[in-house]
């Protein structure tokens, strides 16, 4: 009985944590003309496809977690052969480096102005439908939907 009352409240608290989620979208880009805008001095045309997206999920807890995508962050695999065609294919790294990378800035920035955080975690994930390699912004994107 008591391990079913600890299960229960376990699962109202991570409902409880759910409702305070915080969820952000952010679009794939497409530069036109002008990309990268660092050799255009700023100097873009760009615009946004509707059907392709980066998602991140801020959820409060007790530390700092990064969930890992199943498929872009996957740790585990069929096989030898499907281990290699998946790094030949997506490369070596997935999204969880991007997630790291803007929360580390953040903090130096906030150090830097001298804004104090609060102590406390979260969790972040993020998803995406973005095609990898393929020229759309999807890194640029989860870092977007991360700020």
Aim: charged share 20%.
């Amino acid at each position: 009985m008591l391990q079913g009352t600890e299960e229960a409240l376990r699962q109202a608290e991570e409902s409880r944590l759910h409702e305070k989620a915080v969820i952000s979208r952010v679009h794939a880009r497409v530069g036109l003309l002008g990309n990268p805008s660092d050799g255009f001095y700023g100097k873009t045309i760009s615009f946004s496809l509707k059907n392709f997206y980066a998602e991140v999920t801020l959820t409060p807890a007790d530390t700092v977690q990064f969930l890992p995508h199943p498929e872009h962050d996957a740790h585990h695999y069929a096989s030898l052969h499907d281990l290699v065609e998946k790094l030949e294919t997506q490369g070596y790294y997935g999204g969880i480096r991007l997630l790291k990378a803007i929360c580390k800035r953040f903090f130096e920035h906030c150090r830097q102005a001298e804004h104090q955080l609060p102590g406390k975690g979260f969790k972040l994930s993020y998803d995406t439908n973005i095609p990898r390699q393929a020229g759309l912004s999807g890194s640029s994107a989860i870092i977007c939907a991360v700020l």
